[in-house]
């Protein structure tokens, strides 16, 4: 199929992810989104989600009564408050991350009882005293727990970068370990996304519903 043909097979994006890159995916025939550090997008059609994931995390999160769902890409700037509460600036980027991923999902129709959640990432790649990963994934499980929600499968930790696609509409995940990364491409983009939100971490002034 020619390529101007796939371009004509994709959907239009919801209006608040029509920036986020989409194309058709041959090997599994559908439209992918491929999302990057600081980006999330959800989904109400049958498409796939899918990023590359080092010290990042990716929470997906789908709703299977309503059919939507959707994927973040994310992680926690340095926090230089010294008490260790919720409410540093670190934390405040991560409610950031998974509140406005999880109230778009319910804004197109997604109920809060009925979401499964699904958290991916979190590997030591970055080479820094800080396990940067760890961090990240202390994090989202402290959120899940505090907001009340349950971890129906996690593949977090390790030393790995991962590859993730997603299917909100079934809810499958398919990750791989790049073990045979050769390139320093996921290592240099995470890089040059730390020092992004270190020098602007997020505050959040959104509440869940």
Not at 31 to 49: D, F, H, M
Not at 94 to 103: C, D, Q
Not at 181 to 204: C, F, G, M, W
């Amino acid at each position: 199929m020619a390529l101007s043909d796939d371009k004509h097979r994709l959907h239009k994006a919801l209006p608040e992810f029509e920036g986020i890159k989409r194309y058709w995916d041959k090997t599994n025939d559908c439209v992918a989104a491929k999302i990057l550090p600081g980006e999330y997008y959800v989904s109400v059609t049958n498409e796939l989600i899918t990023t590359v994931l080092g010290s990042c995390i990716s929470v997906c999160i789908r709703d299977p009564k309503n059919g939507i769902g959707g994927m973040n890409h994310f992680m926690l700037p340095k926090d230089n408050s010294n008490d260790g509460s919720i409410v540093s600036d670190a934390a405040r980027y991560g409610n950031y991350a998974m509140e406005h991923l999880i109230n778009d999902i319910l804004h197109y129709g997604g109920e809060r009882r009925n979401l499964e959640f699904k958290v991916f990432g979190g590997g030591k790649v970055l080479d820094m005293k800080m396990n940067i990963g760890q961090k990240n994934i202390d994090f989202v499980f402290e959120y899940l727990k505090m907001e009340n929600f349950s971890v129906l499968t996690d593949d977090v930790g390790d030393i790995y970068p991962r590859k993730v696609n997603y299917f909100p509409k079934t809810g499958v995940a398919r990750v791989k370990k790049l073990k045979k990364l050769h390139n320093q491409t996921i290592i240099t983009r995470e890089n040059r996304y730390l020092d992004e939100i270190k020098k602007a971490p997020v505050v959040s002034d959104v509440e869940l519903f």
